[in-house]
């Protein structure tokens, strides 16, 4: 399970996203089947992209599929409660899940905000840090070189 790996201190770097980081330190486990690399780093790195990964190879689709209904709960409705409840026994959550998960976002990225641009952890450290400033793209295209 390395989606998630970026946001650890020994895998995290000073200016990648997380998921980068992430997909990068599957892609150096992976060395050995060279044939795998590609499709777990574009699942890893793309896994908080929605509206991609679906229309990719099927590894980094159910990657994506995987993520957003543990974290998300987004296609919870489409399972029934054994087949969730046998999940959670296999893989137990934590009494304060939610909370917790948005917590090891925000360890994982609160030394790095600048990567948050264009992506849902901004969210996470507007949570965490009320005077935090997202960037705007917008603003971006109007403070670019370009006269118009």
């Given at each position: 399970?390395?989606?998630?790996v970026?946001?650890?201190p020994?895998?995290?770097?000073?200016?990648?996203?997380?998921?980068v980081?992430?997909?990068?330190?599957?892609?150096?486990?992976?060395k050995s089947?060279?044939s795998d690399?590609?499709?777990?780093w574009a699942?890893i790195?793309?896994?908080t992209t929605?509206?991609v990964?679906?229309?990719?190879h099927?590894?980094i689709a159910?990657?994506?599929?995987?993520v957003?209904?543990?974290?998300l709960?987004?296609?919870?409705d489409?399972?029934t409660?054994?087949?969730r409840?046998?999940?959670?026994s296999a893989?137990?959550?934590t009494t304060?899940?939610?909370?917790?998960?948005?917590?090891?976002?925000?360890?994982?990225?609160?030394?790095?905000?600048?990567t948050t641009?264009?992506?849902?952890?901004?969210?996470?450290?507007a949570?965490?840090e009320p005077?935090?400033?997202?960037?705007?793209?917008?603003?971006?295209?109007?403070?670019?070189?370009?006269?118009?």
């Amino acid at each position: 399970m390395f989606h998630d790996v970026g946001l650890m201190p020994s895998h995290s770097s000073a200016d990648l996203r997380f998921e980068v980081d992430g997909a990068n330190a599957a892609r150096d486990f992976l060395k050995s089947t060279p044939s795998d690399i590609e499709k777990v780093w574009a699942g890893i790195a793309l896994h908080t992209t929605p509206g991609v990964p679906e229309f990719m190879h099927p590894v980094i689709a159910l990657t994506t599929a995987g993520v957003e209904m543990d974290v998300l709960g987004l296609t919870y409705d489409q399972y029934t409660d054994d087949l969730r409840e046998a999940v959670v026994s296999a893989f137990p959550r934590t009494t304060k899940f939610k909370e917790d998960i948005i917590e090891a976002f925000y360890d994982g990225i609160k030394h790095k905000p600048g990567t948050t641009f264009g992506n849902v952890k901004a969210d996470v450290i507007a949570d965490k840090e009320p005077h935090f400033h997202r960037g705007n793209f917008c603003s971006v295209i109007r403070c670019s070189g370009w006269k118009a």
